[in-house]
């Protein structure tokens, strides 16, 4: 049986329109599955990538259709995911073969998803050597849409919310994520989505991923692991 982790985090952001209580209430239940885990929650200041905007100057930022919701704040906390995981994987002990993401706030995109969806999608983990991801649609798109301020969207090739990571591609994955976005900020000055980020090293053909096909709620864990490619 493949030996799983879930990580998952949390920054506290006071005007995210969503409110703490939900995003507590949520990660209460993250913390009740029953399979091991790495949970962090830390502050905006000491986020990688809110460090790493002390020493480029000023930026925009992509806001897309709900700019109360996304804002630079809540980019740098979309990309702390990946500091998350190498630090999971990094601090392991348990020998974990993969470390599954699952956003803090999962349990706020609707009742349909419950403990037993998100511990049958664990007990069905396969040994993966890939980056499996679930995702709006089935093509690499050679070109990431990058729309500073409102106008846009993220790039739905990856959802977000879940991602299998094996052992051996948490620290490498973190570390192309962030020469990404610092490539990237050089050439644009904008910030955007987490999932644009993965976007771009996808297509980079920087490491190695699957996808399967998903939307939000409960096709991001009944749906793997048929279908992955």
Known sequence: MTRVKIVSGYVPLPKNPRPLEDYAASGARINSLRAPKAVFTQSL????L?????TTGPVTHSQGKWPLKNTLDYMIVQHQKFEWIACA???DTGNADVFVWIDYGVFCQGPA????IIESFLHRMKPETRIVYPGNFNRIVQEVPEIPGEGGDAHWRF???VLIVPRNLAETLFIEARANVAQHIEATRNVSWEVNTLARI???SKLPFAYYHSHWGTSLFDNYPKGVS
């Not at 200041?45 to 990688?48: F, G, K, Q, T």
């Not at 809110?50 to 002390?54: E, P, R």
């Not at 998803?113 to 037993?116: A, F, L, M, R, S």
């Open 50 to 54: 809110y460090k790493f905007l002390q």
């Open 202 to 204: 996808e297509v980079e």
């Open 113 to 116: 998803i419950t403990e037993q």
């Open 45 to 48: 200041e000491s986020c990688w």
């Open 159 to 161: 959802c977000g919310t």
């Open 89 to 91: 994987a990094g601090d």
